[in-house]
């Protein structure tokens, strides 16, 4: 039996920016450069949280976000990142693959994301 995976009707597009080296290029270092191939994810939810730490004497004000996104063809890598709303974010936890409780529809992907910024 197939499975049927549909995107939230009401959900938000994101850039999933998918990690990879650039071909030829390198660093300062000499190192393969990296890249990151976009792809838009349309129906996704999203949810801001935000938070501060101190770090040694320092205020760093953290954007954390939850997405959930539709299944998508290949998994979500460790090194992929997130640009929504203007702003692109690092993952902070493995991605968690699951049958969405909101809408009982397919696998979706749950993503826990950080913004660093001060």
């Not at 660093?27 to 949280?49: F, K, L, T, Y």
């Not at 954390?64 to 979500?76: E, G, K, Q, S």
């Not at 640009?83 to 493995?94: A, D, H, K, L, M």
């Not at 397919?106 to 826990?112: A, K, Q, R, W």
């Amino acid at each position: 039996m197939a499975v049927v995976v549909r995107a939230l009707p009401n959900g938000q597009t994101v850039t999933l920016l998918r990690y990879g080296l650039a071909d030829g290029a390198v660093d300062a270092d000499g190192n393969d450069a990296p890249s990151w191939a976009p792809v838009d994810v349309v129906g996704c939810a999203v949810w801001p949280r935000a938070g501060a730490e101190a770090v040694q004497g320092q205020t760093l004000v953290t954007d954390n976000l939850t997405v959930i996104m539709p299944w998508l063809p290949a998994p979500v890598g460790p090194l992929d990142r997130v640009s929504w709303n203007g702003n692109t974010y690092r993952q902070t936890s493995p991605p968690n693959a699951y049958r969405s409780p909101l809408t009982g529809h397919g696998n979706v992907t749950e993503l826990t994301l950080t913004r660093v910024t001060g």
